[in-house]
């Protein structure tokens, strides 16, 4: 097995290289780059410059004074290109990136002239609290159901619940969180619950309980709303599962030699009905925690990494969206990795080294 981890880490970096270079290459083909971004910055700044009020509080326009209607010095483009870099060649910025990426020196921020580690770590606390409720939540509701559900197929029981299944699974979780918004956080009905952020003002004020109620009280919509989105396929997953091992022939043979549905059930089905699951699990929490949270991120205003990747690609703040990027990646190949020794610890029977060779 020691082979194995080390065959799949070494295989990490061309996948990790490969990916990096695929998405660099789109990124630098997709018009509006950092020179386009900062440039129509000093022409909105220019544009502001160009109009005064007068003493009866009207807009006179001074015409043709500004650096926009002039015409932008070409020296100075080419200092803001020495300053971002892109006066070398793609591929000597691209070797450049993942040489500084090997060591996790994401650069400096384009437009906020900070490290990206930093903003990334001051970001990763809102993220982290998303991911680990809406996760727990939603293994919580979603294999004691899927059991369920399987152990009663057919039933008004199984009717019922894989109508709201259906629905959840039909309605995106950024539609469920905008209709949670006009529900119950003062849209058009009810106001129970804050629009945006994570904690209130004067959140460092509070006392301990009161620290907790207003954490909970924040994160409740956002929560259920990425629960919302993500329980349905995991529910329909288990229950599918557990259906398919149920009627297998070692079922059916422990249960002829007396052994109760419960020992049958939690003795032999569920371990083997919960390896498609466990496979499932990288997958579920890349998507959780990061992908799946951006726009909930977006909606609530809050100040997660999802919404610093979505502020980034908007205003192409390359070294915000690769370092994002290099950390999504690099963690989703460790998760699959551990997601595989998973696979062994829950049914040593598995042996993806003696398969690969």
């Not at 005064?52 to 483009?77: C, Q, W, Y």
């Not at 006009?182 to 509070?206: I, K, M, Q």
């Not at 390359?318 to 690099?330: A, E, K, R």
């Amino acid at each position: 097995m020691s082979r194995y981890i080390l065959r799949r880490l070494l295989l990490m970096i061309p996948t990790l290289i490969g990916i990096m270079l695929l998405n660099f290459i789109i990124v630098q083909a997709a018009p509006g780059g950092p020179i386009d971004q900062m440039m129509a910055r000093f022409e909105g700044m220019d544009a502001m410059a160009s109009t005064r009020l007068d003493a009866g509080g009207g807009d006179v326009v001074v015409r043709d004074e500004s650096r926009g209607a002039r015409g932008v010095d070409p020296r100075f483009i080419e200092q803001l290109e020495q300053q971002f870099g892109f006066d070398q060649p793609a591929h000597i910025r691209f070797l450049g990136m993942m040489r500084d990426y090997a060591t996790f020196d994401f650069g400096n921020s384009f437009f906020r002239d900070r490290p990206v580690v930093e903003l990334m770590i001051e970001r990763l606390p809102v993220s982290i609290s998303l991911g680990l409720w809406t996760t727990l939540l939603v293994y919580l509701i979603s294999i004691p159901l899927g059991i369920r559900k399987a152990l009663h197929h057919g039933s008004r029981f199984d009717v019922w619940t894989s109508g709201l299944v259906i629905v959840g699974y039909a309605i995106p979780g950024f539609l469920f969180a905008i209709l949670l918004i006009v529900l119950f956080a003062g849209g058009s009905y009810w106001d129970f619950f804050p629009l945006r952020g994570l904690t209130s003002p004067d959140f460092h004020e509070l006392s301990t309980w009161g620290k907790i109620k207003d954490y909970f009280w924040h994160i409740t919509l956002p929560v259920v709303a990425m629960t919302v989105g993500s329980f349905a396929t995991l529910t329909m997953l288990t229950k599918n599962s557990f259906l398919d091992e149920i009627h297998k022939q070692y079922v059916l043979t422990a249960r002829a030699k007396g052994a109760s549905d419960r020992r049958t059930l939690y003795g032999h089905v569920f371990r083997n009905a919960m390896l498609i699951i466990i496979a499932g699990m990288p997958g579920a929490l890349i998507t959780i925690f990061f992908t799946g949270s951006l726009l909930i991120e977006v909606i609530f205003s809050l100040e997660g990494l999802g919404l610093l990747g979505f502020e980034a690609v908007m205003q192409r703040d390359y070294p915000v969206i690769f370092g994002t990027l290099f950390l999504y990646t690099l963690i989703g190949l460790v998760l699959k990795l551990v997601s595989d020794l998973t696979y062994v610890w829950v049914d040593p029977r598995i042996d993806f080294e003696t398969r690969e060779s």
